[in-house]
């Protein structure tokens, strides 16, 4: 990151002034948040500390509460930070590096899901199989491989935004986002955007057919079973094809704002962009606990 990065002020000028509307808002927000944290962290601990629960599909749930808590955590303070305040200004290191993260929960959270997926097709279709295929060491090389590529391509994308000459200095978000910062830029890189193009169709495009593939297979064998393994395969793809519906929706929520973001009064700013990054991360953990047995009967053993 050069030093001209460290020392530009960005303006994020889609809140309105404080006041009693701004606290109204602020105090939900804050509670949303603080329930997000409380599950996500519940969940985590009932799949550390119950021995039962150290399976493949819990063990990329485990992990998906903590991107969850990423997302939440990069967003949710700096709202009710800039909600309190007269002057919503913010470096531009600061707003990459916020870019980062905000890029890291979506893209890891993505292929997190589709790696759940993957492991629920091996479940269903290959039953016998499963535990030959789903080894520790495939686990933990699916969650590397889940991990290691968004961070190190995500970084390069960081790169080169940083290296964008700007021409304008105020962003009508309230946080900053990649293609909100893109825009401020004087000139646009063809190089830089096909980089951009490419980072979605491989962490965004690609998870999304290999869920629906997944799914295709699991329907096709499930067709072909008796009533109650179609019953017990129902049961067990549930809570993740809500999830992953969930979570879809609200990606494609963000791509809609961030295309017609102009059009977006104030309060409509907030509510989406708590519906981008607040609701997935806080309903994911509770449609877990809700819909899967195992779960709930080890979070009674905690309480």
Sequence with gaps: MNLSASNTTLFLIAYGPPGPLSYGVFFLILMLYLATVFSNLTLMLVIY????????MYIFLFHLAI?????SSTICPVILHYLLEDVKSISLTNCLLQTFFINI???CAYGILAVMAYDRYVCICKPLQYHTIMTPT????????????????LAVQVYLAAR???????INKLFCISLAVVNLACVKPLLDSLYFVGLFVVFCFLPLVLVILSYIKILSVSIKASKTAQMKALKTCAPHLITFINFSSAALTSVVYNSFYDHLSNVGSVFMSVQIILIPSLLHPVIYGIRTQEIRKSISKLF
Excluded at 138 to 153: D, N, Q
């Design 49 to 56: 500390l119950d021995s039962t629960l150290h399976k493949p």
């Design 67 to 71: 991107i969850g808590l990423i997302g």
């Design 105 to 107: 929960y979506t893209t």
């Design 138 to 153: 495939k686990v933990k090389l699916l969650l590397g491989v889940t991990y290691f590529f968004p961070v190190c391509s």
């Design 164 to 170: 964008l000459p700007l021409c304008k200095h105020t």
